[in-house]
């Protein structure tokens, strides 16, 4: 793969489902990687429209190119894409190279794993910490096990190498679902900065399948801080939930996914909020990415509060909550100690929200 080639679909994976034309393509090679001549990009651009590698569509008087994933071969592209990301970046981060060893090594038996992503490998290794999603194959009976063994070894690796690792497990109808999404999250955000570092090939293919159903996926390219969500967003995101607050009127915000609002507000800590969590998640429980939720209570250092909140809804809500069985097990296998939620207090909100 020529060097233009590669810069090309570089940006293009990362603006997947945003119109780019020529020039704003050449503006962004020119960005990530400090060069770029409008010329040379034109005129690759329009060898790969030959290759069929890319489509463009006239807009105006403007070219927009997309990737062309009805040609098979893209699939083989994008994964020496990935793969040559992930050499370069290894050759800089070179304490980072027994690491992605070990675990293609101890992972490469595991079953159900569709590919294995590196989430804003740059940043992260400046902070002496991975981010890996593990893009699981869809559930099956055994699947639970699976999950189990993953957390095991990456709490090893973690030990063993005195780094921090976070961990996220998507099965693959959700990982495609919270790309589809019109809110905020984190995976339409990581598609900027992630290296589909293993088996690259089973990342693309399952986005490949869903442009073709149809489907339109939009890659985010700012990153949500859960501890920087605007009150308003929070307000109008918790009414789209199912729980209004007294008071604030509802303006219309961001549309953001159920896992950050949660997480938001276990950054507030304030009493009033936390009795929302319960009565959000009670209210779409089925809707609810736990995994995801996991990961980022995981991430910023909430699992012992989610657990009892968690395990306090699973005893007062009788039918409806079995989706939540899972993360607790989960979380009871990683030894996480629990912090008592506010029985009294929840138990009242439920009932006053018709949750029970």
């Not at 915000?253 to 304030?270: H, K, M, P, S, W």
Request: hydrophobic content about 45%; overall charge positive; aromatic content about 6%.
């Amino acid at each position: 793969m020529i060097e233009q080639e590669f810069r090309i679909l570089d940006v293009l994976s990362k603006e997947i489902g945003n119109t780019m034309s020529i020039r704003q393509i050449a503006g962004k090679i020119q960005t990530m990687y400090g060069t770029g001549d409008y010329k040379n990009i034109y005129a690759a651009i329009k060898e790969m429209e030959k290759k069929k590698t890319i489509v463009l569509e006239h807009a105006g008087k403007s070219s927009i190119a997309r990737l062309n994933f009805e040609n098979y071969l893209i699939i083989d592209l994008l994964a020496e894409m990935e793969l040559r990301k992930k050499q370069d970046f290894l050759i800089e981060k070179q304490e980072m190279q027994m690491l992605m060893m070990e675990i293609d090594t101890l992972l490469h038996s595991v079953p159900f794993v569709k590919s294995i992503s590196l989430m804003n490998p740059e940043r992260n290794a400046k902070l002496n910490k991975a981010e890996l999603m593990f893009h699981l194959k869809n559930p099956n009976r055994k699947l639970m096990e699976t999950k189990i063994e993953i957390n095991a070894i990456m709490n090893s690796l973690q030990r063993m190498h005195n780094i921090r690792i976070d961990h996220l497990m998507l099965e693959d109808d959700m990982f495609l679902d919270l790309l589809k999404s019109n809110e905020n999250n984190p995976i339409k955000e990581m598609l900027h900065s992630k290296i589909a570092a293993l088996y690259p090939q089973g990342f693309w293919m399952s986005i490949r399948g869903e442009v073709l159903r149809g489907s339109k996926i939009i890659a985010e390219e700012i990153e949500t801080s859960p501890a920087k969500i605007a009150d308003e967003d929070l307000i109008f995101n918790l009414a789209r939930f199912g729980y209004t607050e007294l008071g604030p009127k509802i303006k219309q915000g961001r549309f953001i996914c159920i896992e950050y609002i949660v997480t938001a507000i276990l950054f507030q800590n304030d009493a009033r909020r936390m009795d929302a969590i319960p009565i959000i998640l009670a209210k779409n429980s089925k809707k609810t990415s736990y995994d995801l939720l996991l990961f980022l209570v995981r991430r910023y250092g909430f699992e012992g509060k989610i657990l009892g909140i968690l395990r306090a809804l699973r005893n007062m809500i009788a039918h409806g909550m079995a989706e939540i069985d899972e993360p607790i097990r989960l979380l009871e296998a990683m030894k996480i100690e629990e912090i008592k939620a506010d029985k009294r207090s929840m138990r009242e909100k439920l009932r006053l929200y018709n949750v029970t």
